[in-house]
């Protein structure tokens, strides 16, 4: 276009020039969702391919690539096998969901993979090979992660430089991220209030609202519904004394362990877990809608700076309770333990920091309780807890609740498919009738 004589009014050729763009952006959205995701990233690698020098990629770069979509190409992979060989669903229902995953719910099955990980971590945690305190536990696996963040920085090239209308949520997501998982591991975790517990599962609202201030991201009816179901799942699975009474209820009977450090009765006890609870719930939600706002700067850079920030303040969390000393020993039981935590907490911020990439603050928040259920499924197999009914429907009905969350972006965007063609062909008939009218 730069080449063109200028033989044409300059607003006529910009405004033609713009239609081009708008043309091939209709088409290219078309062929997008009208392919299967390793389709499509296979068309991502292969232009990534193209644009380096001999066809090359290097091999770090490659590797993280990889693990970055590998829950959306496991998750196209069974969707794509359900669709050649479940014949048991229609057939238009096996091509809308296969076509729509990458497009609709990609954020969902990466923090839903989040979840799932730090489900993991969770149980691991309260496995007899950790010698360690929680807090001590979470400054080793914060180091872990953040080395390999390094790693995968050095690898991938990408540079750390931020621009600077970006400070601000890159600061946000520090300080509140930081807040949160510290609170929850020094004293919710210790405390073991189940009442505090379910105040913390009420995020999600609390993000909504900010997201639809700050973002104005404004949720529908039906995925507020959704979310909603998914809370109060998790807060069937938490069983709080508010609900289920003093008897029914998890409450630990931490009351009898030795915490004179800043336990000093049951009642400031209590007082105290909720009321860090209230300033957790304050902290996450802030965390959720700063990532969101922070999806344009490349997600390994915000983790880098998240995971140096929570390094530091469990270092200095732990020489406080601990009297300036560590207490991981030299057992290689217990460094393997955090090593591999290490590692899957890596994995946990990957897929959780790229999911805000897709999709709302308010709708991942929701599906981050997925975590919940995991943890009382791996309860229940592994550490011998009673399975109580309560909790069981409570983990189903959290998985109910995104499952919907996932099926209804699938419907929305199969009708959305038919109008963007409708939109192709008459952007590209426009786009010709101008052209030919400026012989261009």
């Known amino acids: 276009f730069t080449d063109l004589k200028p033989k044409g009014n300059q607003e006529c050729r910009d405004l033609i020039w713009r239609l081009h763009q708008d043309r091939s952006l209709c088409f290219s959205l078309h062929s997008l969702v009208a392919m299967p995701l390793p389709a499509v990233y296979g068309a991502v690698y292969a232009t990534a391919t193209r644009s380096a020098p001999a066809g090359k990629i290097d091999s770090g770069k490659k590797a993280m690539n990889h693990l970055e979509n590998l829950p959306l190409l496991v998750a196209s992979d069974s969707l794509e096998s359900m669709s050649t060989e479940g014949k048991w669903l229609p057939r238009f229902m096996r091509r809308a969901v296969v076509r729509s995953i990458a497009n609709r719910i990609a954020g969902l099955i990466l923090v839903g993979t989040s979840a799932f990980l730090t489900s993991c971590i969770a149980t691991l945690a309260k496995d007899d090979a950790f010698k360690v305190s929680p807090v001590e536990a979470l400054f080793w696996r914060s180091l872990v992660s953040w080395l ?30 930081c807040v949160a998982v510290t609170l929850t591991i020094l004293v919710l975790q210790n405390l073991a209030v189940s009442n505090a517990t379910a105040i913390t599962y009420f995020s999600p609202l609390l993000a909504f609202a900010m997201a639809a201030f700050f973002l104005k991201e404004k949720p529908g009816l039906f995925t507020v519904a959704c979310s909603i179901v998914c809370i109060g799942g998790a807060v069937l699975v938490v069983r709080p004394a508010f609900l289920f009474g003093k008897n029914g209820s ?27 609870a209230v300033v957790v719930v304050l902290m996450q939600a802030g965390a959720y809608v700063s990532l969101r706002s922070l999806q344009k700067v490349p997600h390994l850079v915000v983790m880098h700076y998240f995971l140096v920030s929570t390094t530091l303040v469990s270092l200095a969390a732990t020489l406080g309770v601990q009297h300036g000393k560590f207490k991981a020993g030299t057992s290689l039981e217990t460094w393997g333990a955090i090593g591999g935590t290490g590692a899957l907490a890596f994995a946990e911020q990957l897929f959780l920091t790229r999911s805000f990439q897709f999709d709302g603050a308010g709708v991942l928040a929701a599906a981050q309780l997925l975590h919940v259920g995991c943890e009382f499924v791996w309860g229940v197999i592994l550490l011998g807890t009673a399975l109580n009914p309560w909790s069981a429907g409570g983990a189903g009905a959290t998985a109910a609740g995104v499952l919907f969350l996932g099926l209804r972006r699938v419907h929305t965007h199969w009708a959305a498919r038919r109008s963007m063609r409708r939109m192709g062909l008459q952007s590209s008939d426009a786009t010709s009738t101008l052209f030919r009218n400026f012989g261009l």
């Open 148 to 177: 390999l963040t390094l790693a995968a920085i050095g690898a991938t090239g990408i540079k750390m430089r931020v621009n600077k209308k970006f400070h601000r949520p890159l600061v946000v997501r520090c300080i509140t991220g």
């Open 250 to 276: 998890t409450d630990a009977k931490w009351y009898h362990r030795s915490m004179a450090s800043f336990v000093t009765s049951y009642l400031f006890g209590e007082s105290l877990a909720i009321g860090c």
